[in-house]
C-alpha cells in the first residue's frame, strides 16, 4: 500500500518553526512512521540536499497536490511529473494559501487526493501551451538543473509575474515591462545564486592568465603605429614634473640668452639654469651711461636700486615672520655705513625704505664740508623718517645689529681708504658679529676689506671674488635697446620678480 504513494507531489505543514516542505515522495517507512521527499522545497526555496525525511511526530498536515499516474489537470503524458519552476510555484502557493485543495475521495476510493484550485490549474495550462507562454532562461535548462549539484532557484516575484494570463482575477497593467520585457527580467534575475555561492572566485588563477607585459607590449605597437605618445611600458618610470613646470611640448629652451661682446671671467646663471655672464666695470659704466642719455636719470636709478635693496633686506630679516604687528618689541635693527659717493647715495636710499617700514635705522656718513647733490637730496628725505643718523663710529651701537649695510667702497675714489673715519667703521663692521650685505660692491684690489655675506648687482653682475659672498642681481630699469647699443644682447633673466639669486657656473 506504502508503495503506491512513492512519486506523488505531497506539501507536509511542520509548523511554523519547521515550516512547509513540498517534495516527491521517494520512500515510506510505516514501521519507523517516517517519509522522504527527493528535491524537497522548504517554504518555496530549494533545499541544498538532494533527500529529508520527516517523522509523523513533526508532521502538523499533509496534502497530495499530484498522483505519480495523474494527468488530470494538464492532459500531457510526458516522463517528467514537475519542473522546478512549477514545483516553486506550488510550493509558493501553498506555503500562501493559493495551492490549498478540497480533499475528496476518488472514483476508486484508493486514497484522497487534493483537488487543485484555478490558479493551479491555470499554471499547468501554461506550462503545456506554448503558444500562451514563453519559457524563461531557466525552463529552458532545467532538465539539466534538476541534479543537486546544478539546482536552480526561482525568485518568485519573477515566476509569479511572469505566469499571470488575462484571464486572471487580477487585471494585467499594459506597458513596456510586460511581455517580451518580463522574460528578459527572468534571465536577469533567476540564475542559480546557489550555484555561485558554492564556489569561491579564484582571483589569483584568473590573474594568472592576464598577461600584462604582452597586453603593454601591444598597446605599444599600436600607438608608435599610429604615431601617438607612448603611455609607457611596466619597466619604464614615469616622468615627474614640478609644479611649475609646463607638461606640454614646447621649443626647445635656449638657456644662453645673454651675450657680452667681451667675457670678463665669470659667469653666472639662475634658479631656471639661464646663463647671465658678467661684465668688466668699464662696460657696465658705459651702460649706466646710456641709460643717463635716455632718460634714466641718476635719480631714478638711486630709487630703483633703493627699492631693490630694501626689499631683498627686509626678506633677509625675516619677511613677515619678523615684520608683523605682533612683533613690535622686537623690531629690527639696521646699520648703514655710507661714504660720500653715488654708491652711499644708494644706500641712503635703502635706509629711507628700511625706515617707511618700521624698521630701525641707523645711518653712518662722516661730516664733509661740500657733498654730492644727490647724497644731500636723499639725506634731506631721510631726515624725515625715524631713523637716526650718526657721524662717529662712537655713535654706532656695542652690540651686534642684525644687519650691516655696507655702501663705503666706490670704484671712483679709492683713496678713501686711507681716511681715519673709512677705517674706524671697517674695524667696527668686523667686529660687530652681524652679517653683511654689500650693495654694488666694487673689483679688483678694492676688495677683501669687509667680508659680505650678500652681495646685491645692479643690471649686470661684475666679476666679484669669494669675499662677495652670494651674489644677487636687481633689475633698475634698464630697457633692452639700451643694452644693444653697447654692444650686449639682452633678454631679462628675472621673469617675474626684481631680485633673484645668482649661482657661480
Not at 663705503?408 to 673709512?422: A, F, G, I, M, S
Not at 669675499?467 to 634698464?478: H, K, N, P, V
Request: charged share 20%; glycine share 6%; with cysteine.
Amino acid at each position: 500500500m506504502a508503495v503506491n504513494w512513492i512519486g506523488s507531489l505531497v506539501s507536509i505543514n511542520c509548523g511554523e518553526t519547521l515550516g512547509v516542505y513540498q517534495g516527491k515522495i521517494s520512500a515510506v517507512d510505516q514501521a519507523r512512521q517516517t517519509i522522504s521527499l527527493t528535491q524537497p522545497f522548504r517554504n518555496g526555496v530549494k533545499c541544498s540536499v538532494p533527500e529529508l525525511t520527516f517523522s509523523a511526530i513533526d508532521i502538523k498536515d499533509l496534502k497530495i497536490l499530484e498522483l505519480p499516474n495523474s494527468h488530470s489537470a494538464t492532459g500531457l503524458a510526458q516522463s517528467s511529473v514537475f519542473t522546478s519552476s512549477n514545483l516553486s510555484h506550488i510550493a509558493y502557493s501553498s506555503q500562501n494559501g493559493a495551492g490549498k485543495g478540497v480533499k475528496k475521495p476518488n472514483s476508486s476510493g484508493t486514497a484522497p487526493q487534493a483537488i487543485p484550485r484555478r490558479a493551479e490549474l491555470k499554471v499547468q495550462d501554461l506550462v503545456t501551451s506554448p503558444q500562451q507562454y514563453s519559457k524563461s532562461y531557466v525552463d529552458r535548462h532545467m532538465d539539466s538543473a534538476l541534479t543537486p549539484s546544478k539546482a536552480f532557484r526561482r525568485r518568485h516575484n519573477s515566476w509569479s509575474s511572469s505566469s499571470k494570463i488575462p484571464n486572471q482575477a487580477t487585471p494585467k497593467k499594459n506597458g513596456v515591462k510586460n511581455g517580451p520585457m518580463k522574460n528578459k527580467d527572468d534571465e536577469c534575475f533567476g540564475d542559480a545564486i546557489e550555484v555561485i555561492l558554492d564556489t569561491d572566485f579564484d582571483f589569483e588563477g584568473n590573474l594568472a592568465l592576464f598577461d600584462k607585459a604582452a597586453v603593454f607590449e601591444e598597446i605599444d605597437t599600436f600607438e608608435r603605429r599610429n604615431g601617438t605618445r607612448s603611455r609607457g611600458t611596466p619597466n619604464e618610470k614615469p616622468t615627474r614634473y614640478r609644479h611649475d613646470e609646463n607638461i606640454l611640448e614646447s621649443e626647445p629652451i635656449v638657456y644662453r640668452q645673454i651675450t657680452v661682446p667681451q667675457h670678463s671671467g665669470r659667469e653666472y646663471c639662475t634658479d631656471s639654469g639661464l646663463v647671465v655672464p658678467s661684465i668688466s666695470y668699464d662696460l657696465h659704466k658705459r651702460l649706466l651711461a646710456s641709460a643717463e642719455r635716455h632718460g634714466l636719470s641718476l635719480e631714478r636709478r638711486l630709487e630703483m636700486t633703493g627699492v631693490c635693496a630694501g626689499q631683498m633686506t627686509l626678506t633677509l630679516l625675516g619677511g613677515p615672520n619678523r615684520l608683523n604687528p605682533k612683533n613690535v618689541h622686537q623690531r629690527p635693527t639696521v646699520a648703514l655705513l655710507c661714504g660720500p659717493h653715488v654708491k652711499g647715495a644708494q644706500g641712503i636710499s635703502c635706509g629711507r625704505h628700511l625706515a617707511n617700514h618700521e624698521v630701525q635705522i641707523i645711518l653712518f656718513l662722516p661730516n664733509f664740508v661740500k657733498m654730492l647733490e644727490c647724497i644731500t637730496t636723499e639725506l634731506q628725505l631721510f631726515s624725515k623718517t625715524d631713523g637716526k643718523q650718526v657721524a662717529s663710529v662712537k655713535d654706532l651701537p656695542d652690540t651686534p645689529v642684525d644687519l650691516v649695510i655696507n655702501c663705503l667702497d666706490c670704484h671712483e675714489n679709492p683713496y678713501l681708504r686711507e681716511q681715519p673715519w673709512y677705517r674706524a667703521a671697517v674695524e667696527w663692521a668686523n667686529q660687530n658679529r652681524a652679517p653683511v650685505l654689500s650693495i654694488d660692491p666694487p673689483v679688483g684690489d678694492l676688495e677683501h676689506v669687509i667680508d659680505a655675506k650678500w652681495s646685491l648687482a645692479l643690471g649686470l653682475p661684475l666679476p666679484l671674488g669669494e669675499s662677495a659672498g652670494r651674489l644677487y642681481l636687481c633689475d633698475i630699469g634698464i630697457p633692452k635697446k639700451v643694452f644693444q647699443e653697447v654692444g650686449i644682447s639682452y633678454h631679462s633673466p628675472f621673469g617675474c620678480k626684481f631680485v633673484i639669486p645668482l649661482h657661480s657656473a
